[in-house]
């Protein structure tokens, strides 16, 4: 009788094995795509230059994914009838030029921790490619993949043998690592808080079982090596190494919150997005280089003051809660966090009570991870149409998260046999303003 291991196919025989044990189910976090799939991107780095010392170890980023409205969140206007909401006031705090709107009582007393950006402005005021653009820093281009910031961070201060992935996102669709390899990619999790699937065995497989199966695997891709090379071989071996090392590590834990005390959690307040802050704050406390938390519903064509008030109330004593334990457990002078969407919205109300898309100005903040906090950073006119000073661009936030974290960006890689790197080197400055 013929064995029937080998009438398999490698592909199957594979998807069989790993599937069993649950592995390759939890690798898909990082892969986005087909684990088993035989055209593993290629790609290498030569190193020309050295990285710069910097403070920031960690980053949290906060995204707002639908655009933000800067007018009913940090750069509000309530002395225009034009742009502004009938009941909206700007509140006054002890930094100058700080005054956020009245739906943001938690985040007017972070003042002194935050720098406020007012002026950042784009060209692109289409969804995707604005959310393409702020999350790598560059024009999206069909024949190349670039990294998002947090495959960066994971590439650039990620450990190669820490138990959890360097880099988790919390909600939202993945922008992964592009040129940088699979190895960078976001391990997402849909539902905060909530049991992760397949981060533990399939019924009825140990760990002893586990490793038989394993190296059956392993003997099996040998040949496939000795046949069609070994590139992809080792990038699908790194990849269930890094997923076993997960399953099996118990800082899986610190994906849940129920161990924080009572306190901590009414300190963020309810809701999924609270609750995703806490994670962050446990999973860059535990080692992990990047967290993105990423809010929806900021879309508001429609009935925009009734929705950004209740949006703004989702966030705000969160993300207060957030910078104050992050400094009280001493971390946020190593911690990154950055806050903003793809774009702004429009100063006029439309016809529906909404705002439309609005690259021309919007806001971002930074705080913490060698950011000079208390400063507000570029200004609008009176009606919030045009900056009047300090414009800033996603290039050059992005070169300013290189200096903040030390990012070597002389070093060139090989994108196929295309050179690129981490920053836009045709466009964008570091903003020496945050962190001097």
Same mark, same amino acid.
């Given at each position: 009788m013929?064995n029937?291991?080998v ?57 707002m ?33 700080y ?31 604005g ?21 960066? !961070?994971?590439?650039?201060? +990620?450990k190669? &043998?820490?138990?959890?992935? #360097? /880099?988790? =996102?919390?909600?939202?669709?993945p ?5 940088l ?10 539902n ?43 990038a ?11 399953m ?13 005390p009572e306190e ?25 280089s990047? !967290?993105?938390?990423?809010? +929806?519903?900021? &879309?508001?064509?429609?009935? #925009? /003051?009734v =929705? ?41 109300i ?10 021309n ?56 046999n295309?050179?690129v ?16």
């Amino acid at each position: 009788m013929a064995n029937p291991l080998v009438s398999l196919k490698r592909r199957d025989f594979l998807r069989t094995a790993a599937y069993a044990g649950g592995i390759a189910a939890t690798s898909h976090f990082w892969w986005g795509g087909d684990l088993l799939a035989e055209d593993t991107p290629k790609g290498g780095e030569k190193k020309t230059g050295t990285k710069i010392s910097a403070k920031c170890k960690n980053v949290i980023l906060l995204f707002m994914e639908g655009a933000p409205s800067q007018l009913d969140t940090f750069d509000p206007k309530p002395n225009s009838k034009e742009t502004g909401s009938p009941d909206k006031k700007a509140l006054e705090t002890d930094v100058p030029s700080y005054t956020p709107a009245d739906t943001l009582p938690f985040m007017a007393k972070m003042g002194k921790e935050i720098c406020l950006i007012k002026s950042v402005t784009s060209k692109e005021g289409n969804h995707s490619r604005g959310q393409h653009l702020m999350h790598t820093g560059y024009i999206p281009n069909p024949t190349l993949k670039f990294p998002s910031l947090g495959s960066i !961070v994971s590439h650039q201060l +990620g450990k190669k &043998d820490f138990d959890l992935p #360097n /880099f988790v =996102k919390l909600r939202g669709g993945p922008f992964g690592a592009g040129y940088l390899g699979v190895e960078h990619n976001p391990f997402v999790i849909n539902n905060p808080g909530a049991r992760i699937e397949n981060l533990d065995y399939a019924g009825g497989v140990d760990k002893a079982r586990m490793d038989k199966r394993m190296k059956l695997v392993e003997e099996m891709e040998k040949d496939f090596a000795k046949q069609r090379g070994s590139e992809a071989v080792e990038a699908h071996k790194a990849m269930y190494e890094k997923a076993r090392r997960l399953m099996d590590s118990p800082l899986k834990q610190k994906f849940y919150i129920s161990d924080e005390p009572e306190e901590v959690k009414k300190a963020y307040g309810p809701g999924k997005f609270a609750e995703s802050c806490i994670i962050a704050r446990r999973l860059v406390e535990t080692g992990v280089s990047c !967290v993105e938390v990423v809010h +929806g519903g900021w &879309d508001t064509h429609d009935d #925009n /003051f009734v =929705k950004t008030k209740r949006l703004c109330s989702e966030i705000d004593q969160a993300m207060a809660a957030l910078l104050a334990d992050l400094k009280k457990r001493g971390l946020l002078e190593s911690t990154l966090v950055v806050w903003g969407g793809e774009f702004g919205r429009t100063p006029r109300i439309s016809a529906t009570e909404g705002r439309d898309h609005w690259p021309n100005n919007f806001c971002y903040w930074l705080a913490g991870g060698g950011v000079k906090g208390g400063q507000v950073i570029g200004e609008t006119d009176d009606r919030g149409m045009t900056i009047t000073k300090d414009p800033v661009t996603p290039q050059d936030l992005f070169w300013t998260f290189a200096t903040l974290m030390g990012w070597d960006t002389s070093k060139e890689f090989q994108a196929g046999n295309r050179p690129v790197w981490l920053t836009d080197k045709t466009a964008g400055k570091p903003i020496e303003r945050v962190y001097a």
